[in-house]
């Protein structure tokens, strides 16, 4: 319904107001009339001793709250102003300037988003030495202009394209010794930088335990050695993982005692045969569920250990996803986690996960968690606490957000931004009965992959479903424990920390997670996953849509003939259902001829 106005009438080119549009504007004059006669009231004289019709303490809160408001609208590109123009009034931008900071890690989901972070709100920052090894046949160099290619820096190379380079490649790999770095690099290394972020290790669950004591352990006790030797070292920030303790309950901003003795661990793996330590990792391990939480623990005892006078700090992500704001919404360039899920889910191929829909979804957003980084930094390096920090960059005790919104939102967002030529129409859900969801696996996923490999072999085509399956079967197997169970992580850290910031640094390094409205971050994350990792063009949603009703019909109909088939064995295995069925029918019968419409009929 549309609706006149008057000021419509006075332009009446402009596009109509809708009818909800009008009660909105009509509800603010109400407000606007009720506040006018309130002041009215207040300002009416009073007898001596009367209070006050609006407290005092009422009114600064609204003024507080405005305020606020206001400059959370004009602050952030001001900030960004700012910091592009020198920094001169953000202190942590400030603090960077001239100064060269080391990464490890550079390579992955987090470095890349920290390395872009500094370049684009730091500006004056001096050097960024990014540790990276050869991979796949590749040199270094080789991969820093992969990792430069990626897309979040297109907005550097559009603006800024002289910050880039400052990204200066350090070879190295930290499994080795002294991280296999030269003795020239190191001098290099030693002698220029101030700030350092530990973000390299192996994040994959199911890793072998060689490996992973390897990367998380003596990677960290290796980079702990080199730091030792730096004579500007102001501060070094380990990223950790909320998940290290997932034995307990309740999860404190502390390094608790390990698991086991990190240095009789590193013996462990280096004397003994692999087939040894594979068959004892599961007694090792003990109540972790992983290698990766289990040396994660063991690495945090490291920096205690070893760390001496160092100003350390441990930042705690829990589980990492796409970009909240920036470097661009929804951004995201792996498969680990959630994004796996949605783009499962998208493409139609898994309609199935054990998870408990009213345990809390412990979702960060990679921005969030880089920028409690760089801020720990600053204030790690300019305050010198005198003990060891930790902080919990988590969501559930702050903004939660519970499994079952996870998937009612994601299917809603899948269903309105559908995927490129899907297999099956987005549906299913998540089951909290293990024997059920076994169930579903081999229903709607294994069923259904070893049709479509039979078809493919019968028109000599590759089969690949079955392979996929599998493949998506471990991935989610690994991530049933945090599925299946919830945490209390305190924040105590992080919160005091943000309100230690300035207004300007509040919005350039903003990782107050509190502001983060999920509905509008999920369908970020839905575009994101469509776009990022999928590869699929805004150009492709009208063909996709067309294929996406295409089979939702293909869905309704395979269930309307499972719901048949269903019926038809019910009905010939089982003589009591065809009594019901009959006495039904003869029930229904009975009805349809007394209404008045039967009398019509001949």
Known sequence: MIVDCRWHRRHPSAAPISSSRRRQVDLKRRRIDLCADRLQKCQAPRPAGAERCVPQQHQQQQQQQRKSRLTRRTLPREAEAMATSGGSNSHIASFYKDRSVLITGATGFMGKVLSEKLLRSCPDIKNLYLLMRPKRGQDVRTRLVELLNAQIFDGLRRERPEALSKLIVVAGDITQPELGISAADQQL?????????HSAATVKFDEALRLSVAMNILGTKRLVELCHKMSKLEALVHVSTAYCNCDRDEVKEEVYPPPAEPDKIIQCVEWLDEDVINSITPKLIGSRPNTYTFTKALAEHILVQHSGSLPVAIVRPSIVTAAWKEPIPGWVDNLNGPTGMIAGAGKGILRTILCYRDLVADLVPVDICINLMISVAWHTAVNRPKDMLVYNCTSGS????????????????????PFSDVIWYPSGSFKSNRMVNNLSVLAFHMAPALVLDTIARLSGKKPIMMRVQQKLSRAVSCLEF??????????????????????????????????????IYMEQYVLGTRRFILKEDNSTFPAAHRHLRKMWWLHQLTQLLSLAVVWRVVMLRSSSARRIWYALMNALLQIVRATPLARLMP
């Open 482 to 519: 945090f599925t299946t169970h919830e945490w209390r992580f305190t924040s105590h850290n992080v919160t005091q920390l943000a309100g230690k910031l300035s207004p300007v640094d509040q919005q350039l390094f903003d990782f107050d997670i509190r502001g983060v409205d999920w509905a």
């Open 189 to 197: 290394l030693t002698e220029n930088v101030s700030v350092v972020f």
């Open 398 to 417: 702050l903004n939660p957000i519970k499994w079952h919104q996870v998937e009612r939102m994601g299917y809603d967002f899948l269903h309105k931004h």
